[in-house]
């Protein structure tokens, strides 16, 4: 995400770039004209940032949600009055909850997954079941659950049930919307199938295939406003999750205010430079112009 995020980005004349990274990913290469800073392991983000967020016109975090790191980032750019290119705060504080974006969602007539916190849980509905933390990214420490008994197991072995949700397993396409937001209004970029394995009862996101074929655009663009008008504070590269069973409507899954693994392959995929359209945004609106319509595979290496 981050190299292609940069390449977007060093192809917008009258931009200085500068990126801060942890020591250990001194071994990527970006093009000479880019200043990186690189924090060692005696040194901390908080030496480097709050200068940094100072000296610039725009901040563009790439952080998870998970330990309210992207909301923290969020605020401190906010608090310098520096243009964040995200979503707020506020915003990145629903969508990492996922029982509360899915509660804030249904609220605003969306059609999201039924959840419930794990700790509370009664067998209300027949098993399968997805258990996963309420605030993790993806598919980390997401587990397929068939019946009682697994489950009580499961709920043995987790140190903090308050912080997991559970969920009914819905079979179908699994996808993901790559979007723009910006203040209550959304556009769609592209559909993206997500391949998704199942081993030892955990989900692992394999690969993304950016940009698949769809006949369900206008479904696809109607749930997106609807989105938008749900979470007003939504802004800038969204990307959104979801499930669409066989002739059924799409269910929502989660939301994720900030990069996701499908962004590394829209330039390739339509030709388009999303980077330069969020930096437009601060002034105008995007125009989503695709020169191209292929199909990008992105694949997921797991690092150890």
């Given amino acids: 995400m981050l ?13 200085q770039l500068t990126v801060l990274l942890d020591g250990h990913f001194k071994h990527l290469v970006f093009p000479e004209q880019i200043q990186c800073i690189y924090i060692s392991a005696t040194e901390s983000m908080d030496d480097y940032l709050p200068a940094l967020i100072q000296q610039n016109d725009a901040v563009w975090p790439i952080a998870p949600e998970s330990d309210s790191v992207l909301y923290d980032l969020s605020v401190l750019v906010i608090e310098n009055h520096t243009h964040l290119l ?35 849980f009664s067998q209300q509905i027949p098993a399968p079941w997805v258990v996963k933390p309420k605030n993790a990214e993806g598919c980390e420490a997401t587990y397929l659950i068939d019946n009682w008994g697994e489950l009580s197991k499961l709920q043995q072995s ?4 308050e912080e997991y949700i559970i969920q009914p397993y819905i079979a179908g396409h699994n996808l993901s919307l790559s979007c723009l937001f910006k203040n209550g209004r959304a556009w769609l970029l592209c559909c993206n199938r997500q391949i998704v394995s199942i081993q030892q009862q955990q989900f692992s996101l394999q690969a993304c295939e950016v940009n698949v074929s769809i006949d369900h655009k206008e479904t696809y663009q109607l749930l997106i406003d609807k989105v938008a008008n749900a979470i007003p504070g939504l802004w800038g590269y969204v990307g959104i999750d979801i499930i669409h069973p066989q002739s059924a409507e799409p269910i929502v899954l989660e939301i994720n205010p900030r990069l996701t693994t499908s962004f590394a392959g829209i330039s390739q995929s339509l030709g388009l430079n999303v980077a330069e359209q969020v930096i437009n945004m601060i002034k105008q609106d995007p125009i989503i112009e695709k020169p191209l319509n292929k199909q990008t595979t992105v694949t997921i290496n797991k690092v150890s």
Wanted: net charge positive; with cysteine; glycine share 2%.
């Fill in 86 to 120: 995200n979503s707020n705060a506020s915003a990145v504080s629903i969508c990492a909850d996922k029982l509360r974006t899915a509660e804030i969602l249904k609220s605003h007539g969306i059609k999201v997954v039924d959840t419930w916190q794990l700790a509370v």
């Fill in 158 to 161: 987790l140190v903090e049930q």
């Fill in 3 to 15: 190299k292609a995020l940069v390449a977007d980005l060093s192809k917008t004349k009258a931009l």
